[in-house]
């Protein structure tokens, strides 16, 4: 039986140092939600390019599908400081593409907290053996002093 000669068989592909796992871990701790993006409410995902060399080192970052507002140039600088591990192929060089998605998803808004007090007041006699009391509300917005 002849084995295919496939390059996939033979050739060691670069890695992320702990599998995908460890890689997203990094883009979200990592991750700096651009100001501009923030104050136009932009979320979703921008899509990138990029090679990877024998070395672990990135090479041309591209941007496939942006979002704009300083999301593509964050994405890019993200993917840019990725370190992969060396890849051993007997003396040869090699690139491997690879694609990724950078999710940009706007942070919980706060949420107001309100602080509220009642107050019994007296109670006032409508009729023989019934009473109406009347309550005060008061709301204070917490700014979390």
Not at 72 to 83: F, K, P, Q, S, W
Request: net charge positive; glycine share 8%.
């Amino acid at each position: 039986m002849s084995r295919s000669k496939n390059p996939k068989d033979f050739l060691q592909l670069p890695q992320y140092r702990g599998g995908k796992p460890a890689l997203l871990e990094f883009i979200k701790s990592n991750l700096k939600y651009p100001q501009e993006a923030l104050d136009n409410k932009i979320q979703g995902a921008v899509d990138l390019e990029y090679q990877v060399n024998g070395m672990g080192k990135i090479k041309e970052v591209k941007v496939i599908k942006g979002i704009g507002y300083g999301c593509d140039e964050e994405a890019v600088r993200l993917i840019g400081m990725l370190i992969y591990e060396k890849s051993y192929n007997k003396g040869i060089n090699t690139i491997t593409k690879k694609k990724i998605s950078v999710h940009f998803k706007l942070p919980a808004a706060n949420q107001l907290k309100v602080n509220y007090q009642i107050t019994k007041k007296k109670a006032i006699e409508v009729k023989p053996k019934t009473a109406t009391y009347s309550y005060w509300i008061s709301v204070k917005k917490d700014n979390g002093d």
